[in-house]
């Protein structure tokens, strides 16, 4: 994990980095604006309860250590049932959030189950009007949709507040939000905390808008209108705790509602504790699953990037233009995604 020193460190050690390509720059208006050491951001539980004070401490502390300022929402110890709160005050508080001058960025502070269901309640036009970073994943990948949908503009799929901050998480989120760069996400160097590297599926080269998220949370929102337009877009699919025929429930899902067909690759993240229950022999892996939906596709697909419920997450641009080299096993932003 990395702390307040070791962040501010690699402030310095990194400030060299070009910024933002000035052809892109009449992009800016539309874009959320890049961090600064200091700034204010936003933490909102848009999904299930921070049931424990320490879950919130360790979300103040993790982005304190980033030098950066938290403020907390309204509403984000809040406990409704298994929510954090009633639907409409975890939207008031994302509209909030969103409104506020101040805020230079909003983090999640957990995923669960819940920010679906605050979808209609949310304050579109303020959300357009006021372009901000988004940052978390799991249950925040409906949001991440959604604001793709009906925004426009970029959001990072990557550790929520109280989430482990390693290196390689705090390292992607500076060159992204704080220095505006377009770096080169994956590749060889880039190992899951078990030393394991992701996989060439099938080799190529694709570029696109990057789309997606948790796997379950996606499959729960086809045919609802709140999902971006996937033609030709990179994929992103990463889960928890979902054996292998759930995964291939899903992804038939996704293969029936046509989203499949339209892409122009797959990136497939980690999908930790995703094994089958039991020894039996006639069970399919991940792997098959993946094989049999991901490589009849005919683009380019790896499998097991670093990004999901692991350590050493890397935060990735959604709705931002990248290229996927399946190859190398890498994702290279075209863009930045801040202004």
């Not at 979300?59 to 049932?81: E, F, N, T």
């Not at 901050?165 to 590749?187: K, Y």
């Not at 379950?216 to 045919?223: C, D, E, K, R, V």
């Not at 999902?227 to 029936?256: C, H, K, S, T």
Request: charged letters at 20%.
């Amino acid at each position: 994990m990395i702390g307040r020193r070791g962040a501010l460190g690699l402030l310095g050690g990194l400030a060299g980095t070009a910024l933002m390509p000035s052809g892109l720059a009449a992009r800016a208006s539309a874009m959320p604006p890049r961090l600064r050491p200091g700034d204010t951001v936003g933490l909102v539980a848009p999904a299930s309860a921070v049931t424990l004070p320490a879950e919130l401490d360790r979300a103040v502390h993790w982005i304190s250590g980033m030098g950066l300022v938290p403020k907390l929402a309204s509403h984000v110890g809040d406990q409704h049932g298994y929510l954090a709160g009633t639907d409409a005050d975890r939207a008031a508080d994302l509209d909030t959030m969103f409104a506020d001058a101040e805020v230079r960025a909003i983090f999640a502070v957990r995923g669960g189950w819940g920010g679906a269901r605050i979808l209609p309640l949310l304050d579109w036009a303020t959300i357009r009007a006021n372009p901000k970073l988004l940052i978390g994943y799991s249950d925040t990948t409906a949001l991440h949709m959604a604001i793709a949908a009906r925004a426009g503009f970029a959001t990072l799929h990557g550790p929520n507040a109280a989430s482990r901050w390693d290196r390689a998480s705090w390292e992607s989120l500076w060159r992204i939000a704080f220095a505006g760069t377009a770096p080169v996400l994956g590749g060889a160097a880039a190992e899951d905390a078990a030393g394991r590297p992701a996989r060439s599926l099938v080799p190529g080269v694709a570029r696109g808008r990057l789309l997606g998220g948790n796997l379950t949370i996606l499959s729960t929102m086809m045919g609802t209108g709140w999902l971006p337009d996937f033609d030709g877009a990179i994929l992103f699919l990463e889960d928890i705790n979902e054996e292998p025929y759930r995964i291939d429930r899903m992804l038939q899902q996704l293969q029936l509602a046509g989203v499949l067909d339209r892409l122009a690759g797959v990136v497939f993240g980690q999908c930790t504790r995703c094994s089958a229950g039991d020894a039996d022999a006639r069970t399919f892996t991940l792997d098959d699953v993946l094989g049999a939906h991901l490589a009849p596709l005919g683009i380019p697909v790896v499998t097991g990037f670093n990004s999901g419920h692991v350590r050493n997450q890397l935060c990735l641009p959604v709705n931002v233009p990248v290229e996927l080299d399946a190859g190398a096993r890498t994702l290279r932003m075209l863009e930045p995604a801040v202004a």
